[in-house]
């Protein structure tokens, strides 16, 4: 691996954005062009500050958590029992080692809304806003990177238990993992993050529906976006 490939870090959303299109990842990852947030997009980053102010007891119900009121109610004892971790920044080395959020050696991030440590079960939950049809596939494979990282965290564990709480719908996804699993979901991870964090060229995939919400090609930055 060269020493380029060192210095660049992955985490799923990146990874979604490069295999759905390099370039879309190159000038938002590489080249760091500033894009809008979407309302949808700060109105989750809200709730999400919310959540995390209600478990550590630090603010009050709101009308974004109310559908999960008994589950945010169990985090927040479980915080004050200290069994619960909200909004955590974690990393791993290319190893796939604990490694700290700035290291150099740093080769993927991610951030763990809440996670439930105990005796009997690990759980690693991710709180969602919006919609939920449609995206089955990548929220598990979301699920799945998180409880690969958890198990490296910690080896003795045998089951990890990953959470999708779909906020706005009252739904909870739920998928286990034992280590033989994690360990084959591991290496696929590997395979793929290699190819972002291995890669010099970042060709697009114009496509309707690659290109369509697309900000690079609505400010005239990608040339491929005009040919669609």
């Known amino acids: ?20 299109c390099p370039k879309r990842y190159y000038y938002a990852s590489i080249e760091k062009i500033p894009t809008p947030q979407h309302p949808a997009a700060t109105r989750g980053t809200d709730i999400h500050n919310e959540a995390e102010m209600f478990i550590k007891g ?46 150099l050696k740093t080769w993927c991030r991610y951030k763990i809304d809440a996670y439930i440590k105990k005796p009997d079960r690990t759980v690693v939950i991710d ?31 045998e089951v990890v238990q990953a959470e999708l709480w779909y906020l706005d719908h009252g739904k909870i996804s739920r998928h286990s993992y034992t280590a033989d699993e994690l360990r084959e979901r591991q290496a696929t991870f590997h395979e793929r993050a290699l190819k972002l964090t291995e890669a010099i060229d970042y060709p697009a995939k114009a496509s309707v529906e690659n290109c369509r919400w697309c900000h690079f090609g609505k400010i005239g930055r990608c040339d491929e976006y005009r040919s669609i």
């Open 58 to 103: 630090e603010g009050k119900m709101t009308k974004g958590l109310r559908m999960f009121e008994e589950g945010f109610e169990n985090l927040k004892e479980g915080y004050c029992d200290g069994n619960v971790s909200v909004e955590e920044d974690w990393a791993f080395d290319i190893k796939w080692q604990p490694a700290q959020w700035n290291e």
């Open 1 to 20: 691996m060269s020493d380029h490939a060192t210095h660049k870090t992955w985490s799923y959303s990146r990874l979604s954005v490069f295999e759905q």
């Open 127 to 157: 709180f969602k806003t919006g919609r939920y049809m449609g995206n089955e596939k990548t929220h598990e494979q979301q699920c799945a990177l998180y409880a690969v990282a958890t198990f490296n965290r910690d080896p003795s564990i």
